[in-house]
């Protein structure tokens, strides 16, 4: 049993920062894929950015030189930092876990970037 837990969403001002954490606790594999999906209202859910277990990252071209993506694999902790919001960034952010050809998926934090 793998369990995701979210943390660190909110409303936050065009041009401001936010921190996400997702805490994957259960049995956890040492090699994995950690990362982030987004869903805004009316859209389909699409990677964010993703991380692998040895530190390789990837990113969507709409977040490239703004967000970053991190992991401590000791906590099986990952982490996005997002720099420059922008009002298109509003939805609902999912923490995803990929280990052994199956993905598991934490129940989301919204995050609001309005004025």
């Known amino acids: 049993q793998v369990q995701l837990v979210e943390s660190g969403g909110g409303l936050v001002q065009p041009g401001g920062s936010l921190r996400l954490s997702c805490t994957a606790s259960g049995s956890i594999s040492s090699i994995n894929l950690m990362g982030w999906y987004r869903q805004a209202p009316g859209k389909e859910r699409e990677l964010v950015a993703n991380?692998?277990?040895?530190?390789?990252?990837n990113y969507a071209d709409s977040v490239k030189g703004r967000f970053t993506i991190s992991r401590d694999n000791a906590k099986n902790t990952v982490y996005l930092q997002m720099n420059s919001l922008k009002p298109e960034d509003t939805a609902v952010y999912y923490c995803n876990l990929l280990q052994f050809r199956r993905n598991y998926w934490g129940q989301g934090t919204q995050v609001t970037v309005s004025s």
């Open positions: 991380i692998l277990s040895q530190g390789s990252s």
